[in-house]
């Protein structure tokens, strides 16, 4: 039985942001250049998770000297008190108004030049949701830290036993979901739970179809700025068996 194509006419991109003063524009810059499949329009979604440098300066530079500002729509809110990553991404999600959304982190790990190959399973009415993997595929990656690495695969193969999912990298950061799924999903995890978290519910929703492809990662070292740590993987084992333990009736709002 053939596929209907699905006809998408805007993507909601989220960029959650702490401190990103320095990443900020040149990540702006890369998703302005980005022409979207299909015409496909770019709603940009900025979530300042009450940063103490100037990052907020640094976006109005951006916005107000860029002639050419290929964005469709823009939004910009600000916390006035950090409540972490997850949290950021909570309050970008309530405010998407496109039919599929994405998280774009913006500390330059992620190239937003490969939209159109999360978008493609989607276009082609395969995919609802679609996972953008570091460890599959012959994209660039650059090569960090082992043991990084290997407690990556560690959660994934964990939480694949719960969510009986074949995903290689369930803690990569572009996921593209379809909007109306994931909004009404009740989401709790304010930091870096999120990703267990909305893998463990996103798998129990009845009939989702889950994609994954090969994706580029320039990953930062910590002296760059990454700030995942240890304690975040305690946390996401934490949460994988939280989650993956639910019932679908606790799935929605």
């Not at 407690?151 to 964990?158: C, H, S, V, Y």
């Not at 990298?169 to 799924?181: I, L, Q, S, V």
């Amino acid at each position: 039985m053939a596929k209907t194509e699905v006809v998408i006419r805007r993507l909601s991109i989220i960029i959650p942001a702490y401190n990103e003063e320095k990443t900020i524009a040149q990540i702006l810059d890369r998703i302005n250049e980005v022409k979207l499949l299909r015409n496909i329009e770019k709603e940009v979604i900025i979530v300042n998770d009450c940063s103490t440098d100037n990052t907020e300066g640094a976006i109005n530079s951006y916005m107000t000297n860029t002639t050419e500002v290929t964005f469709n729509y823009f939004k910009y809110i600000r916390h006035d008190v950090n409540q972490g990553k997850g949290a950021a991404i909570h309050t970008g999600i309530a405010m998407a108004t496109g039919e599929y959304l994405l998280v774009q982190d913006a500390d330059l790990e992620y190239d937003p030049g490969e939209y159109n190959t999360l978008l493609k399973p989607i276009v082609l009415g395969s995919a609802d949701v679609v996972y953008g993997s570091r460890f599959m595929g012959g994209n660039p990656h650059r090569i960090l830290f082992f043991w990084h690495s290997i407690g990556n695969k560690f959660l994934t193969t964990l939480s694949n036993m719960f969510t009986n999912l074949n995903l290689t990298d369930m803690e990569t950061g572009y996921k593209m979901f379809r909007t109306d799924f994931i909004q009404r999903i009740s989401l709790v995890e304010k930091r870096f739970g999120f990703e267990p978290e909305v893998t463990a519910k996103m798998a129990m929703v009845p009939g989702v179809r889950i994609y994954e492809v090969g994706i580029s990662y320039y990953g930062r070292t910590f002296a760059e700025g990454k700030k995942i740590g240890w304690r975040d993987g305690f946390r996401a084992i934490y949460c994988i068996l939280k989650y993956g333990l639910l019932t679908t009736k606790s799935l929605m709002k």
